[in-house]
C-alpha cells in the first residue's frame, strides 16, 4: 500500500510543481527572467539547529537550482545577535553536506552586507519613505489599529533631515534599546498588518558574533531579507507559507531602493509532522532544561538527532520528495519518516543477530569441546553484500521472550517438548530449564539434531519457529537505547496545552549487558544493521567505542504506515 503511494508521487514529482510552473514562466521568452540562471538560496538563522522541517525548505531550494542548472547560496541569517552562535553556523553546514547538498563557494552571512543595508535605509529615509519613531514596544501595539482603525504615529511626518540626524545619532550609539526605531512610510490602513509603517531598524547592544560591538542597530528581517536577496541576485526567493503575507513588503522594499536585481518570492506549506513539535524555542527549552540529552538526542527532530538516530540522508530525502510541494499546509505522519527510513535501510543494512534480554541455552548433547562456523548471507535482498561467518558452540544466548515454561496459545518458540530452527544452524528440541532461588530461569536446555545442518529438515517435519542466537564463546558485550516518541499525544502543542505536558516518561529504555556477534566490535558510525526480529539500529556516533559498543534503535521492523482514504 505504501508502494503504492510512493510511485503515485515520484510520478507528480516527475512532473514538476507549482514552484517549477512559475519558474518556467520567467526563464520564458518574455518572462522576467529571461536569459538569467535560476538562482535560489537557503538562510537559516544560526540560533538552533536545523531540524526536519528545514530539511524541505533545503530539498527545496538546492533541488529546484538543480533542476534548472542552476546555483544555490548558503546564507546565514544572522540579522538578530540575540541566540545567534558560530557553534550553530556549523552545525547547518555539517547538516547540509550530509543531506547530500554543496553551495560550492556562495556561502554568505546576511552580516557582511550590514553597510549596504544602512545605506538603503538612508536612501529610503531621503526619498521620504521611513522615519525615525519613538514610540516604544507598548505604544507601538496601542497605536496598531484594527480593521476598522487605521494605526498611527506622531512621528510619520517628522521632517526628512530630522530623521537623518535621528537614524545616524541611532547608529553611534546614543540611545538606549528600544528608544527609537526606523519605520517605513508605506500605509497605516492597510489591511495587510505588516504594511502599516513596520518597524525596519531598532536598536539593540547586544554583541554580535561576527561583528562584534561595531553596530548597535539591527536591521529587521523583513527589511533585510530582500536586500541580501538582491545583493546576491537571487531570482527565485523560495520561502515556507507564513511569509505569504510578507511579501508585499519584501516587494516594496525591492522596488523603493536602488536594488541591483528584482527576486520573485515564491511561497510553499511547511512542513508538519504529528508526535513532535518544531518550533527552535521549543527544542532549546528542551535541551536547556535537559528533558533531552541535546540537540542531538536520538528523540529530537533535529537533522543531528535524527542522523545519530541512524536516520539516512536517502531516507530524508526519499520522505521529502514524496511528500511533495503544496501551497497547504498539513500534517505528515511519523511513520511515513519512519516508513522510508525502512525502506532504505531493508536494501541497505546487513542483517546481524543481537540478543537484548540473553538468557543462556545449552545444548546437552553437543559436544563441549566442539565449535563449527556457519556463513550467513549478510543480505539476502542483495547477495552482492556477501556473505560472514558466525560461530556456534554448545552455549548460546538466546532472548528470554523466547522461552517459556508453560506456553500461551500459538507460542511457537522454545518449551519443553516443543522443537525450533535455531536461524541458519540446526533444529533444537527444548528439554527443560534452571530456575533461581526465586524460580527465574536462568538456563534453557535443549537437544540438537545433527541432521538438521542449515535449519534443514530432511525427514520433511513442520517447525514453525526460529529464533536468533548468538554464540557465547564468540560474542561482545553492547549497550542497547530502544527509543519511542518524544511526546505522548500526536499535537503536544496545539492550542494552549504546555507540550512539556505531555513529555514520553518511557522515550527512552537504556538495555545494558546485551549479546551481539564478535564482528560488530569494529562496526563505526554511521554503520546501520537489522538486527534480526528486533529491528534497524545503528552504531551511536557519540558514545560508542570499541570498549563499550553502543546501538540505536532508529525504527522497528513493523511498518506503521497506512494509506488512508
Not at 533631515?161 to 508605506?186: H, Q, V, W
Not at 524555542?281 to 542522523?307: A, F, H, I, N, Q
Amino acid at each position: 500500500m505504501a508502494d503504492e503511494i510512493k510511485n503515485t508521487e515520484n510520478e507528480e514529482l516527475m512532473q514538476g510543481n507549482f514552484i517549477h510552473s512559475f519558474i518556467d514562466e520567467d526563464i520564458a521568452e518574455g518572462g522576467r527572467f529571461e536569459g538569467k540562471k535560476v538562482h535560489t538560496r537557503f538562510p537559516p538563522e544560526p540560533n538552533g539547529y536545523l531540524h526536519i522541517g528545514h530539511a524541505k525548505a533545503i530539498c527545496i531550494n538546492f533541488a529546484t537550482a538543480e533542476k534548472y542548472n542552476g546555483m544555490c547560496n548558503l546564507r546565514m541569517d544572522d540579522t538578530n545577535p540575540t541566540k545567534e552562535d558560530v557553534e550553530y553556523v556549523d552545525a547547518i553546514k555539517e547538516d547540509i553536506k550530509w543531506l547530500g547538498f554543496d553551495w560550492g563557494d556562495r556561502f554568505y552571512y546576511a552580516s557582511q552586507y550590514f553597510e549596504q543595508m544602512y545605506d538603503y535605509a538612508v536612501e529610503l529615509i531621503k526619498k521620504g519613505l521611513a522615519y525615525v519613531c519613538e514610540l516604544n514596544a507598548e505604544q507601538v501595539k496601542e497605536y496598531r489599529g484594527d480593521t476598522q482603525t487605521p494605526a498611527k504615529s506622531p512621528y510619520r511626518d517628522r521632517p526628512i533631515e530630522e530623521s537623518l540626524d535621528l537614524f545616524e545619532r541611532m547608529k553611534n550609539g546614543e540611545f538606549e534599546d528600544g528608544k527609537m526605531t526606523l519605520r517605513a512610510k508605506i500605509d497605516l490602513a492597510s489591511g495587510n498588518f505588516n504594511m502599516r509603517d513596520p518597524v525596519i531598524y531598532r536598536i539593540n547592544r547586544l554583541k554580535h558574533h561576527r561583528t562584534g560591538d561595531k553596530w548597535c542597530i539591527y536591521p529587521m528581517y523583513d527589511f533585510a531579507h530582500p536586500i541580501e536577496d538582491a545583493i546576491e541576485g537571487i531570482t527565485h526567493s523560495l520561502c515556507s507559507l507564513e511569509f505569504e503575507a510578507h511579501r508585499p513588503l519584501y516587494d516594496w522594499v525591492i522596488n523603493n531602493i536602488s536594488a541591483p536585481a528584482k527576486p520573485r518570492q515564491i511561497e510553499f506549506a511547511r512542513l508538519g509532522i504529528n508526535n513532535t513539535v518544531m518550533s527552535k524555542r521549543k527544542l532549546r527549552e528542551l535541551v536547556e532544561k535537559s528533558y533531552v540529552s541535546g540537540w542531538d538526542d536520538p528523540r529530537m527532530p533535529t537533522l543531528c538527532g535524527l542522523r545519530r538516530r541512524g536516520y539516512t540522508p536517502k531516507s530524508i530525502r526519499s520522505f521529502i520528495d514524496q511528500i511533495g510541494v503544496s501551497k497547504v499546509n498539513s500534517i505528515v505522519e511519523y511513520s511515513f519518516l519512519e516508513h522510508c527510513l525502512r525502506d532504505d535501510l531493508n536494501d541497505s543494512a546487513d542483517r546481524v543477530m543481537c540478543v537484548l534480554h540473553p538468557i543462556k541455552l545449552v545444548i546437552t548433547n553437543y559436544p563441549e569441546d566442539k565449535t563449527e562456523e556457519f556463513e550467513i548471507e549478510n543480505n539476502p535482498n542483495h547477495p552482492e553484500n556477501g556473505t560472514r561467518t558466525v560461530t556456534f558452540s554448545r552455549e548460546c544466548w538466546i532472548e528470554a521472550a523466547d522461552f517459556m515454561e508453560e506456553p500461551i496459545k500459538k507460542y511457537q518458540r522454545l518449551y519443553p517438548g516443543n522443537e525450533v530452527r535455531l536461524k541458519s544452524t540446526y533444529i533444537v528440541r527444548c528439554t527443560g530449564c534452571k530456575k533461581d532461588e526465586d524460580g527465574n530461569v536462568v538456563e534453557v536446555y535443549a537437544e540438537y539434531d545433527p541432521q538438521t545442518r542449515g535449519g534443514n529438515t530432511p525427514d520433511g517435519r513442520k517447525v514453525r519457529g526460529t529464533i536468533h542466537w548468538v554464540d557465547c564463546n564468540n560474542c561482545a558485550e553492547a549497550e542497547v537505547r530502544l527509543y519511542d516518541n518524544l511526546f505522548t499525544v500526536p499535537d503536544p502543542d496545539v492550542g494552549d496545552r504546555n507540550f512539556l505536558d505531555y513529555l514520553n516518561p518511557n522515550s527512552l529504555e537504556v538495555l545494558n549487558n546485551c549479546k551481539v556477534e564478535k564482528s560488530l566490535e569494529t562496526a563505526e558510525a554511521p554503520k546501520s544493521f537489522q538486527f534480526m526480529r528486533l529491528g534497524y539500529f545503528c552504531v551511536d556516533n557519540k558514545d560508542s567505542r570499541p570498549q563499550h559498543l553502543v546501538f540505536n534503535r532508529s525504527v522497528n521492523l513493523k511498518d506503521g504506515f497506512k494509506k488512508k482514504g
